[in-house]
């Protein structure tokens, strides 16, 4: 029992720097704030139930509830709203020019999404955007039905990084929701005068529109890497290779969590009702 308190004890006094305040990082910084010294490093001040952000632009009000500010949750640890830039074999450096020495590293920068800083500011802006096309069309689909939507892939199907079935059930969904899904083909927004409401389709279609939202993917937030310690440890693809401790290939005290990881997690884990 002693030797446990000890351990307890030990283990407060280390300090863990999480740098990303995404699911992944929040949730390590919020899960260890009173067993060890925390310090969450994020560019923004909230986190962000990221899935509910669709469900959030066709009800703003619901983004009140999905963004929350990271002092709600993290009341044991410290908080520093400024870019990661830099790490050392225990050092971090921020934009703002700090420098948060750490006994353990956690990296968890996921996707670059480029988000106003405050909370307040990110409920302002759902009414301006919108990440992911497929759930978007239905979300507006279902709670306007009376609107034109028109949904533009370049693939052949939709969903192809699940399966060709996915593809087909959400294609005939959204079909029977009255949207119109154009597969194939792209929109060059550059080509778009500022005030026009015509778009034109690399297959020569013309589509009229109020409004345009731009849904295309995320790169991996690892650029701010390839200059550190760690840019022997980035993939082809820019992922950080763990090992399955998720310990950083070659680091000793840094580790990674969530998008930003080599982890590849199949997509019959993820949708076992279509596989």
Known sequence: MESRRQQQSEGKNKRVVVIGGGVAGSLVAKSLQFSADVTLIDPKEYFEITWASLRAMVEPSFGKRSVINHTDYLVNGRIVASPAINITENEVLTAEGRRVVYDYLVIATGHKDPVPKTRTERLNQYQAGGPTGVELAGEIAVDFPEKKVTLVHKGSRLLEFIGP?????????????????????????????????????????????????????????????????????????????????????????????????????SASMIFPQVF
Request: some cysteine; proline content about 1%.
């Open 165 to 265: 079935k996915a593809g087909d059930k959400t294609r005939d969904w959204l079909i029977s929701k009255k949207v119109d899904v154009k597969l194939g083909e792209r929109v060059n927004l550059d080509s778009v005068s500022e005030g026009s409401d015509t778009y034109l389709t690399s297959t020569g279609d013309t589509i009229n529109a109020d409004c345009h939202f731009l849904c295309t993917g995320k790169p991996v937030g690892s650029d701010w890497l390839k200059d550190t310690i760690l840019k022997d440890s980035l993939d082809t693809h820019g992922m950080l290779m763990v090992d399955e401790n998720l310990r950083v290939k070659g680091q000793k005290n840094i580790f990674a969590i969530g998008d930003i990881t080599d982890i590849r997690v």
